[in-house]
């Protein structure tokens, strides 16, 4: 199977990520713009946030080639929305140090940005995952082909078990928000998360 690579992904395609045994991760894609590769969705004050990472217009359409913008200093909005929005979530405090690097880095690419990303998910929730990357663009069946099934203009397609969410006082419930609403407000209850949703979504 083949899964594209996003910036902080969505919770469903942790699942999906979960659900399958063996995956890699396209590279050589052309860029479409406006999806999870250079995005992602929390729950802010007031409301759903966007946190979008700027890239070069230079012509290079390659995702493995696309350059992240150096125009102004994104990580650290990313960074302050993160705190500002998860600040008194139960588990901010337990992944801040190591993410932090994440977004003080300055990537040259954004697949080495979104890969990173991954890997840190991997990494806390004990995922193991083995990110391969492919070596050319395949055209391969459908129902083995994730690389467009994640919509990031499309309100969440699926049932997703609420969890506790830091402005739950003030809004009804987000669901498949960014990877990173899950992991601040449930920890390691993440990785059981994920396992039932991929369960429920065979």
């Given at each position: ?120 998910i991997s990494t806390k ?19 083995l082909d994730f690389r ?55």
């Amino acid at each position: 199977m083949i899964f594209p690579a996003f910036y902080f992904g969505p919770i469903s395609y942790f699942a999906a990520l979960i659900r399958t045994e063996k995956f890699r991760i396209e590279v050589h894609e052309n860029f479409p713009k406006q999806t999870y590769r250079n995005r992602c969705y929390i729950q802010g004050a007031n409301g759903k946030l966007r946190l979008a990472i700027p890239t070069q217009h230079d012509g290079t359409r390659k995702i493995k080639d696309l350059k992240v913008s150096g125009e102004f200093n994104w990580q650290k909005e990313h960074f302050k929305s993160l705190v500002s929005a998860y600040k008194s979530s139960p588990y901010f405090e337990y992944y801040e140090d190591d993410l932090l690097p994440i977004l003080e880095r300055k990537e040259e690419f954004l697949l080495d940005l979104n890969l990173k990303t991954i890997d840190f998910i991997s990494t806390k929730l004990k995922l193991d995952f083995k990110l391969e990357l492919t070596e050319t663009y395949e055209i391969i069946s459908e129902e083995l082909d994730f690389r467009n099934q994640f919509n990031a203009k499309e309100e969440p397609n699926g049932n997703f078990p609420e969890y506790f969410q830091v402005f739950d006082e003030k809004f009804d419930f987000m669901p498949d928000l960014s990877i990173l609403d899950l992991l601040f407000n449930e920890g390691p209850k993440s990785k059981d998360y994920l396992l039932n949703l991929a369960h429920a979504n065979k």
